[in-house]
């Protein structure tokens, strides 16, 4: 059973840098064809697709996101972290971390979400 956890601050202050980690367990970050994503939902509105990290570490972002976000991550812990940079209370969301396999509609495991707070 793979499970997601999403783990990091839950407040942030204005034009700082928000970062949060996702830890799996159950299946290895490295398993081809396996996309680790980062996804967000602002308060009242929808899921909105920050980027991914591919089994391969490369990484591809949001359009409207790419100049403040960061995607990496730590093999050796099983881990992948999102860096926002710059950030603003538009930023404030549940921060979720999920899967996606490569040929496949959807999100196959979700963590939890974290809720994110930019305030000062």
């Known amino acids: 059973q793979v499970q997601l956890q999403e783990s990091g601050p839950g407040l942030v202050k204005p034009s700082q840098t928000l970062s949060l980690t996702c830890t799996v367990s159950?299946?290895?970050?490295?398993?081809?064809?396996?996309?680790w994503t980062w996804i967000r939902q602002p308060p009242g509105k929808g899921l909105e697709w920050i980027g991914y990290i591919a089994y391969s570490g490369s990484t591809y972002y949001s359009p409207s996101l790419k100049s403040r976000t960061s995607i990496s991550r730590d093999t050796s812990k099983n881990q992948f972290t999102l860096q926002l940079s710059s950030v603003t209370p538009e930023d404030t969301a549940v921060y979720y971390c999920?899967?996606?396999?490569?040929?496949?509609?959807?999100?196959?495991?979700w963590g939890q979400g974290t809720q994110v707070t930019v305030s000062s």
């Open positions: 159950g299946g290895s970050i490295t398993t081809n064809n396996y996309y």
């Open positions: 999920a899967r996606w396999v490569a040929g496949t509609e959807g999100y196959d495991y």
